[in-house]
């Protein structure tokens, strides 16, 4: 769980804090007719640094095991305002030559990092590529295809469950290619609207992938230089994918003044992360597994199927601000991330 500071407008107009983290890894909520406590596995409260995100929530693990082949998802989920972009991308940059502080880049570009860090030692050998999609209305887009955007469709196959078709990859070695990409296919292709609740909303689901394929290098250190001799595939190469999906909040059409082609948008939106919920409750009872996972319910699920129940490992992090005029929607992530705790998958 991740609570931002109260932005300038919730302190001017007088937003109460309802929302107290325990050094112990729990949430006090604490309003007048609620009283509740929340214990998740790490709690960030608003003077966390993105660091402390990084190396307390478990992502470097995460890029770890995206390098030992397995399939590894966090997400970012909760309201509209309420800080996904920030933990996973940082703030906006205020200008194209004004870059972000380096302590406030987010997860991604630190996973990237850590990815880049571990390639250019020398006991590994990975050829990273990165692809990435976007959820908008119900249509599945590749924000890295130049043109106009186009749905693409998604299909499943028995060995690859669900996929989707003709998406681009693009190969990457630097940390400058991969965070270009990251810029401008993210922040200028994305759909993003402003509205009352944030000026930069995203209005769709984003999942950026990395696909890391590892070959284990015998080092050549081992023999003097005129004995090397290459062993070809002598260690079976490893393929593990990392992603990153920022999903588009929700958001009561009320609160945020949407109308029109924008309700339109949150009505979507709304449609599939209670999609998104339904299937988080299902395997999250004892013995879900068993029981039928209605993943068919909207593109988001599908793509998601994998990391939810199947062989991925997942880490949500689910964001909450603490004024008490957020208070129903941030109870309701907080329930909705302790039902996520109790979902296990089988790596
Ligand atoms: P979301 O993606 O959930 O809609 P954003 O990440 O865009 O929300 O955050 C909304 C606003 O709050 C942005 O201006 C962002 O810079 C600010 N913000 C969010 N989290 C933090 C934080 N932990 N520290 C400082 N500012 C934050
Ligand atoms: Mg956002």
Redesign the pocket.
């Known amino acids: 769980i991740?609570?931002?500071?109260l932005?300038c407008t919730e302190t001017h107009r007088g937003d109460r804090q309802v929302v107290h983290s325990l050094s112990d890894g729990t949430v006090h909520v604490s309003a007048a007719r609620h009283d509740a406590i929340f214990r998740f596995s790490a709690v960030?409260d608003?003077g966390?640094s993105?660091e402390a995100v990084f190396e307390g929530s478990g992502m470097r693990q995460l890029v770890e095991l995206a390098i030992d082949g397995f399939s590894c998802t966090v997400f970012?989920f909760?309201?509209?305002?309420?800080?996904?972009?920030?933990?996973?991308?940082g703030?906006?940059a205020q200008s194209e030559t004004q870059a972000v502080s380096p302590a406030l880049l987010g997860l991604m570009q630190r996973s990237f990092a850590c990815l880049l860090e571990r390639s250019r030692s020398c006991s590994s050998d990975l050829a990273l590529s990165a692809s990435y999609l976007e959820i908008y209305n119900e249509q599945v887009r590749d924000l890295l295809s130049p043109g106009p955007p186009c749905a693409l469709p998604l299909r499943w196959s028995k060995t690859h469950g669900f996929y989707v078709e003709n998406q681009l990859s693009v190969d990457f070695e630097s940390l400058e290619a991969i965070t270009d990409l990251l810029l401008q296919a993210g922040s200028q292709r994305r759909q993003t609207s402003a509205h009352a609740?944030?000026?930069?909303?995203?209005r769709s689901h984003a999942l950026l992938t990395i696909h890391v394929r590892s070959r284990a290098v015998s080092g050549p250190e081992h023999h003097p230089p005129s004995m090397w001799v290459p062993q070809p595939s002598a260690c079976p190469s490893k393929q593990g994918t990392l992603c990153f999906v920022?999903l588009?909040?929700s958001e009561r059409v009320k609160e945020t003044g949407s109308r029109g082609e924008l309700s339109v948008e949150a009505n979507n939106i709304n449609r599939s992360l209670l999609a998104l919920g339904h299937c988080i409750s299902l395997l999250a009872k004892p013995g879900g597994k068993r029981t039928h996972i209605p993943y068919r319910d909207s593109k988001l699920t599908r793509l998601l199927a994998r990391s939810l129940g199947g062989s991925g490992i997942t880490l949500m992090v689910a964001?909450i601000s603490p004024s008490s005029r957020c208070l129903s929607e941030t109870l309701s992530t907080l329930h909705y991330a302790s039902r996520a705790r109790r979902v296990t998958t089988r790596p």
């Not at 909760?78 to 991308?89: E, F, P, V």
């Open positions: 991740r609570v931002r500071p932005t960030f608003a966390a993105q970012a909760g309201q509209t305002g309420s800080g996904k972009t920030y933990t996973l991308m703030p906006l609740l944030n000026r930069h909303s995203s920022d588009a909040g964001c």
